[in-house]
Every structure is written in C-alpha cells, then in structure tokens.
C-alpha cells in the first residue's frame, strides 16, 4: 500500500488520506487478492462458482 498508494501523490487532508486507503483496501485490493479461505481464488471468481443446491 506504501508504494501503490502512499507514495504516488500529496494529501491535503487527514480526510482524502482516509477515503484514498478505505477505496484501495475494500475496492481494490480485498477484491483481487486471492484468498486462501476461498482455495486461494479471488472473492470475484469464487462467487462465479456455481454452487450446488
């Protein structure tokens, strides 16, 4: 997150930082990381899974 986020511009305010971090973590990076509870797939692919009723 330091390099990707932090370190590529200037925040003016505690406020932008805040909503700059908030946006990478929950829409950026949680979504692509793969996860090994999910059998190490991203949240995107496993919900592509079809499951079995």
Known sequence: MQVELLDRQ???????LANAIFEYLEIW??????HSALDMSTPIQ???IPTVA
Do not use: G
């Open 10 to 16: 200037c925040w003016h305010t505690w406020v932008e």
């Open 29 to 34: 990076h949680n979504r692509r990381r793969r």
């Open 46 to 48: 496993f919900e592509k």
